[in-house]
């Protein structure tokens, strides 16, 4: 499966297209994993005490070893992101080839205005 996408940047004025290969099932899985995230309520997790330890996760406590799962990750969503979500993601993404073709600006915007007006007309005003 191919998908592309259009970036622009209209500070530096430089546009870019890229382009993701892959197995239909990579991307069904991070379009699922995406899905599952954003539909996770905000429950608040408990105060149960957490022992961290990664010496940088307890050096970013304060240098306390010790914090609640509340205070470390704080809601369910927030928890199926950190454990879930972003792995599912990175295992996707590194099976994912990416290609990024560099554009000049004014080609970028004669090929995709017609496609998104309303973005290109406010980067006329700014």
Known sequence: ?????????SLYQTAS???RTGPWCLFALER????????????????AKKKLRDQEDIELNGGNPWTTWKEWYGDL??????????PIFDFCQKRIKC???????????EMFYQEDKRF???????
Do not use: R
């Open 99 to 109: 290609k990024s073709i560099e554009l000049d600006y004014d080609k970028a915007k």
């Open 32 to 47: 699922t994993a995406e899905f599952c995230c954003d539909i996770i309520p905000s429950i608040p997790l408990p105060n």
């Open 1 to 9: 499966m191919k998908t592309w996408s259009y970036g622009i940047n």
């Open 17 to 19: 297209i890229d382009l």
């Open 77 to 86: 969503s927030q928890l199926f992101h950190c454990l879930v979500h972003v």
């Open 120 to 126: 290109w007309d406010e980067e006329i005003n700014l």
